[in-house]
């Protein structure tokens, strides 16, 4: 957390968990927890569309914000089972998950439709959480930093750089997610530079890719959280498994409000 622009952020992207009740109960241990604290980083929750309104109500008026696991790029039409930017815009959601490994892995999302969406989130105000990430096999045979610049690069296709300032950036690497196996937080930096660099070669703007947060994902938990907020090039996680439970989503608030408060700060 080198640039003091930057703010972490700790997002718990909850993935096909949580009933109503169960997302309620969840949403409000997280806001009584934060409750009146400082130095907190942007907390976000990620539920499923069908808990999206009661976090909604459970965080208004506190510093949680919520965001989506993903959407459509179009407006309305004939898609059954999409989701549309306005539709989340009009319940108040903030944040959109975009590009997620499971739904390249899984929905057939291509670095197309990212670009897409990617669009169509800033064109309607919600703040995109971008997110690449490698293959075991890719990382095996070296493809890292190819797949994550070609990803990085087709994700931003036809973006001017006043648009890409608002974005959000997760590096999640496939093999760490889910699997306990976390990346090493100094590779994980160096592919954030990684980005970095890509992002400013697209505009030749190397402000504007400092500016960006990039978090890192993939089996984050209080043990890891440290060294990964320790980095240069990282401001933050986007959690799975551990945003699933309070006490450890709560660790890893706690974490980063430790590492803002020995932070220098700005003359
Ligand atoms: P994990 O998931 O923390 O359970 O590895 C991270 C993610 O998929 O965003």
Request: negative net charge; proline residues 5%; contains cysteine.
């Amino acid at each position: 957390m080198t640039n003091p622009g930057r703010k972490p952020v700790i997002a718990g992207n909850w993935k096909m968990h949580k009933t109503k009740q169960e997302a309620k109960q969840l949403a409000s241990a997280v806001v009584n927890a934060v409750k009146g604290q400082s130095d907190l980083p942007q907390i976000v929750l990620c539920p499923t569309f069908t808990g999206l309104e009661t976090v909604l109500a459970e965080t208004a008026g506190s510093p949680v914000e919520v965001g989506a696991q993903n959407m459509d790029w179009r407006e309305q039409g004939a898609f059954t089972g999409e989701i549309s930017p306005p539709m989340l815009v009009d319940l108040g959601v903030k944040y959109v998950i975009i590009g997620h490994s499971e739904r390249r892995q899984f929905f057939g999302e291509t670095n197309q439709s990212v670009n897409q969406k990617l669009q169509a989130a800033i064109k309607h105000h919600l703040i995109p959480i971008v997110c690449v990430g490698e293959t075991l096999d890719e990382r095996e045979n070296n493809l890292t930093d190819a797949v994550i610049a070609r990803q990085i690069a087709a994700a931003l296709i036809d973006l001017t750089a006043e648009q890409i300032k608002g974005i959000l950036i997760a590096y999640e690497p496939v093999w760490a997610i889910g699997t306990g196996k976390v990346c090493e937080a100094t590779e994980a930096n160096r592919v954030a530079k990684l980005i970095r660099k890509t992002v400013a070669n697209l505009h030749n703007m190397p402000d504007l890719a400092d500016s960006i947060p990039i978090l890192y994902g993939g089996s984050v938990k209080p043990s890891n959280i440290e060294e990964q907020l320790e980095q240069s090039d990282l401001d933050g996680a986007l959690v799975g498994g551990a945003s699933l439970n309070a006490e450890e989503f709560l660790a890893l608030i706690t974490a980063t409000q430790k590492k803002l408060r020995l932070a220098p700060t700005k003359s």
